[in-house]
């Protein structure tokens, strides 16, 4: 019960002095009418203003479009068989004719006549003979004929229109935003602060004598 008693002292002094020590700190007077400098923690908090900026929302971007081809049914003449050139040719015509060929030839010779010493010139007309001979009456033909193509109209399926490929492009979006910033940061500083009263004389009491602790006993061990 006594150790409980004087550790119950023992902490009402510590805490005395911490407490004396705290109010010298914040200007509690001393002794001798005396005293210490006192300090105000003053906080300036920061300055802050409202600035409007031009953000990006949306990015620019471009993406291609594509059409694709037109088709229809057209109809179309197109060539069955080619053109072509036969070769016609006609035989020769023959036939018979009468030929007159001359068989002796006209001739004069001199001839007495009568008693006296006279001479007489006699022709013999010329001898001709008639035969049949075969003669060409037309000769050999040749001609070329050309035959034209043959044609007929088909439906195909062909293109109108070729397919189309355009890009498109949108702009960046924009917009304005407000935010605050800061103008000056904010500070903290200690200022002195004057007293509001004078000194006055404070004279601290003796301090009460303390009781020694007992001493504990312990047996010694057998």
């Known amino acids: 019960m006594l150790v409980r008693s004087l550790a119950i002292c023992g902490a009402a002094a ?24 006192c300090y105000k923690k003053v906080t300036t908090p920061p300055v802050y203003r409202t600035v409007t900026e031009r953000v990006m929302v949306r990015p620019a971007n471009c993406h291609q479009v594509t059409s694709p081809p037109t088709y229809g049914v057209q109809a179309q003449e197109v060539v069955v068989q080619p053109s072509y050139q ?25 001839k007495r006549m009568g008693c006296g010493e006279y001479k007489c010139a006699v022709t013999t007309p010329a001898r001709y003979r008639t035969r049949s001979k075969r003669v060409m009456v037309q000769p050999r033909t040749s001609w070329v004929e050309t035959r034209p193509a043959v044609k007929q109209v088909v439906h195909q399926k062909v293109m109108v229109h070729p397919g189309t490929v355009r890009q498109v492009c949108q702009p960046a979006v ?42 504990s006993y312990h047996p010694p061990m057998k």
């Open 174 to 215: 924009y917009k304005t935003v407000a935010r605050q910033v800061m103008v000056s940061p904010g500070t903290t500083r200690w200022v002195p602060v004057q007293p509001a009263v004078q000194p006055v004389p404070y004279h601290r009491p003796a301090p009460r004598p303390v009781a020694p602790a007992p001493m």
């Open 14 to 37: 510590v805490f005395a002095v911490v407490a004396s020590a705290d109010a010298d700190a914040f200007g509690r007077y001393h002794r001798g009418g005396k005293y210490k400098t």
């Open 86 to 110: 036969v070769v016609h040719s006609k035989p020769a015509v023959y036939g018979r004719v009468n030929v007159v060929k001359q068989v002796r030839p006209a001739r004069t010779r001199w």
